[in-house]
């Protein structure tokens, strides 16, 4: 068993990753500018951005709880973040979603989501359903297009329970014939709610579009022909294929010491036999790699309420040394809503011009991240009667960064985005999801002192660097749908 942990400033050379050469130097060493200057410029390279002379790291955040980090026999890491709070969440983030089926598999992996909680060898749907309320416990799982997610909360001294019962359903789940034809009418209801949800439908168009002909570009749920086909072996051959010890994190948060859930994790996940050639998620979405091929998809309802338009340019993947500018940049552009309490009391400047743009209802800008690419962009909603100047303000605020950058509005955008990474660790279900993702993602988790120096590093150059590396005269990808009539076409 292999053990380390992660407070740590851990500098790499080619970007964030865990699998680059790297410096390990413990955060609490960290004390003068001149050292943490030396970890930071080498992230950029070239473009570094240098934190300022007399830059300090908070003391606080150098007191943020260690998350310590385990490699069981067979490949399997167990990550635990320990706080006294009476409960804890534990839980398995997979290294595997909808980017890893072929097309007749399209599907799978949410299908199994739900099959999941069907039932197991030793325990009836009943028998697992009265366990989990009689515990008061909360069980949950969900899919994305990279990962997978099994987890559950309940009291500290429930865990053990709670974690050989996750181990049951993912080693043991009765995936019958019955079980998966009762499930095909539930996944095609879920499938109609859906698509009575404009955002979803329309970044799934955005997807299909941008990512067409390559892994990204399929849907989480599949099409209806899969829901209806999938059969028990092809469910059972995705999780031989793809559901191993190696791409898994058992990720505890909360009142769990981490020797404990090592030992739990051994107990209950140590027999998973290791896969003979371990490959990465990486090593597979190299061989099959996903890129944005520039083009646009309109679909015209005329009976809808609102015009919504998404546009998006290609960026890169999570580990890259320009991910941390992007999060910046999405920040920076934000987003508005004409109902909100706000109203023009704003000094985002993109939020101002749709303010002033009487087709514009609402606007959010993503910032969408995978293993090797992604999407950067903004998503608009309005009545559709003249979309012009909705989409000149999209696209010249999201340009406009390549020559002018306003030093406060940059400034403001930092402590958003510092206050929304803050937020999400409240809970252990926000610390234990965050464990998980960068374990998958970055193969170690970065703590806060980093992510903070990381964006405090971004300055205007680094601004203008990104959009004028990827997006100025650059592709780009469209969606549009709803009362689209007065949508500019995409050589606009």
Request: proline share 4%; glycine share 6%.
């Amino acid at each position: 068993m292999v053990q380390w942990q992660s407070k740590l400033l851990s500098v790499h050379a080619r970007g964030m990753a865990g699998s680059s050469v790297q410096r390990v130097i413990p955060v609490s060493s960290v004390g003068s500018s001149g050292l943490l200057q030396s970890l930071v410029k080498p992230l950029f390279g070239s473009f570094k951005s240098p934190l300022p002379p007399d830059y300090k790291v908070d003391p606080v955040l150098l007191s943020q709880v260690p998350t310590k980090v385990s490699q069981l026999s067979n490949g399997m890491r167990v990550a635990t973040e320990t706080s006294k709070v009476g409960t804890a969440t534990v839980g398995v983030w997979i290294d595997a979603g909808t980017r890893y089926e072929s097309a007749k598999l399209n599907g799978a992996a949410h299908f199994l989501e739900h099959l999941i909680f069907k039932g197991t060898s030793k325990r009836t749907q009943r028998a697992l359903e009265v366990e989990v309320e009689n515990l008061g416990a909360h069980l949950n799982a969900y899919t994305s297009r990279e990962q997978t997610v099994y987890y559950a909360r309940a009291l500290k001294a429930d865990i053990p329970q709670v974690t050989e019962l996750l181990s049951d359903i993912l080693q043991n789940s009765s995936v019958t014939d019955e079980a998966i034809d009762r499930e095909r009418d539930v996944i095609l209801r879920e499938m109609q709610e859906v698509n009575g949800m404009p955002e979803e439908v329309l970044f799934d168009y955005l997807h299909a579009t941008a990512y067409q002909n390559t892994p990204l570009g399929k849907t989480i749920l599949g099409p209806e022909e899969n829901v209806r086909t999938l059969k028990r072996a092809d469910l059972m051959d995705y999780v031989n294929t793809h559901y191993k010890p190696h791409r898994m994190v058992l990720v505890g948060a909360g009142d769990i010491e981490h020797e404990e859930l090592v030992k739990l994790g051994e107990k209950f996940f140590g027999n998973m036999p290791a896969a003979p050639v371990a490959q990465s998620a990486v090593e597979l979405c190299n061989q099959d790699p996903a890129f944005l091929t520039g083009s646009m998809v309109n679909i015209r309802n005329d009976d809808m309420p609102d015009a919504h338009l998404a546009v998006a340019f290609e960026t890169c993947g999570w580990a890259h040394p320009d991910a941390p500018a992007f999060m910046v940049m999405q920040s920076l552009l934000g987003g508005w809503d004409r109902a909100s309490a706000i109203g023009d009391v704003t000094s985002n400047k993109l939020a101002a011009a749709m303010n002033a743009t009487t087709d514009a209802h609402r606007y959010v800008t993503f910032n969408t991240s995978y293993t090797d690419t992604g999407l950067f962009g903004v998503y608009a909603v309005g009545d559709g009667l003249d979309l012009d100047e909705v989409a000149y303000a999209m696209m010249t605020h999201m340009i406009g960064p390549s020559s002018e950058v306003d030093e406060s509005a940059l400034e403001i955008a930092k402590q958003a985005l510092k206050t929304s990474l803050l937020s999400n660790l409240e809970g252990t279900t926000g610390i234990a999801e965050n464990i998980g993702r960068q374990l998958l993602v970055y193969g170690r988790c970065i703590p806060l002192a980093e992510w903070f120096a990381r964006i405090d590093a971004v300055d205007a150059p680094a601004l203008k660097r990104i959009v004028n590396k990827y997006f100025y005269d650059r592709e780009i990808a469209i969606a549009a749908m709803g009362r689209t009539h007065s949508v500019p076409d995409y050589s606009w």
